[in-house]
């Protein structure tokens, strides 16, 4: 049944988008569904998935083919990003390096930058990790601890980086580093870390309450030398390049929200459709039929407001209010929607071989990264007071 309101997106309703949706259907139910079990029990996945992906053309989807991608629009990658969603599968880190690492290359790489990583990360032969977040900071990532000394020919890095998704798979990172004195904004730029440079260590996959089959770990660095020529952009424009990325990011949380939510109620219909109480369909009581109407009321609303996101991705020209609002909205209403899910399968949705159990230990998360569902409303707010407190600034700059 939701398989038709799917469908009926526009955004998704290209024949090119309905074979690449069969095509990514039967990848995750043939190839991935019957190894989650074994990923979550080694807390990762398995290269032979990145590298599958990469040969069916599902990494780097909307990267220009000039530098190995599919040369797709973003909707395709949105597409990808919404079925392994709905199916609950969390484990390989694909959005985090085709739809937020890749673009930061395409988009303030050097020609050869792009040449040296773009065209292995499309295939899954390297992958890649994001590195802002540090034990003492993540909201305020101004904050960051880790530096980078310049020493001529190369930097010097020293730090420590925290909960980084990818982590321990990663072949690169594209890390945050403090380069230099000034304000903190300017002092931030970022560096592409291969991950086999001397001092590079990675932590063992750390324990979470979810998300169990995507690695993310501790990165460790200790007198890394990184050559100059792996700075990407300009030095001291790693905080600026990270705020306006933030946006695309945080777009990509929101699909994976409403795909989950999607998923739910899919289980949730077919399990209240068989299951019996009272001699009848647990779908025969009216709770069950409201709370799912509410639920797909609540997905069909947001549906329409990411597929606008989407297209304004599509055109450069999502702003970070729009994304914040989007990332905010979904991913709460996705908790929501999970929990009442869950709530119909009673005992049975809280065991841990029912998708609708994983789903609920896997989503919780994403109230939480990229950017809190709390900073999301301040940027939001920043938005909708943006004259005061411009004014307020340059009051306090005249003082
Ligand atoms: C599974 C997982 C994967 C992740 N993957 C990555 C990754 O790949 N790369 C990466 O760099 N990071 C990653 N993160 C880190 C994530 O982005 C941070 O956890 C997140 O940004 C929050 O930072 P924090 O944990 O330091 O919380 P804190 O910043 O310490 O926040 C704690 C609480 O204080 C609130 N708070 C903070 N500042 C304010 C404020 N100004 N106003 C109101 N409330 C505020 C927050 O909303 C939160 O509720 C990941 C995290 C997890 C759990």
Redesign the pocket.
Known sequence: MLQNVLLEREIYSSEEHRMMQKMIQDFINNEMLDQMDEWEKNGMVNREIWERAGELGLLCIDMPEAYGGSGFDFSFSALFIEELAKKGVTGP?FS?HSDVVAPYLLKYGTEAQKQKYLPAMATGKMIA?????EPN????LQAITTTAVDKGDHYLVNGQ???????CMCDISLV?VKTRKGTETESISLLIIDSDSEGFKKGKPLK?IG?KA?D?CELFFDNVKVPKENLLGEEGSGFKIMMTELARERLIVALNAIGGAEGAIENTIEYTSTRTAFKQPIAAFQNTQFKLAECSTQLQVHQAFLDRCTLLLSKHQLTAESASIAKYSATEMHNKVVDECLQLFGGYGYMWDYPIARMYADNR?AR????????MK?LIARGLYKELFEQMKANKRNK
Do not use: H
Not at 137 to 140: I, K
Not at 161 to 167: A, L, V
Not at 368 to 375: D, F, P, V, W
């Open positions: 880190g985090l990790s994001l590195g802002m977040t900071c993540g909201s305020d980086k925290t909960f980084i998704t990818n982590g945050a979470k998300m995507q993310t998360v939480i990264y990229a950017g809190t569902n709390e900073i301040l």
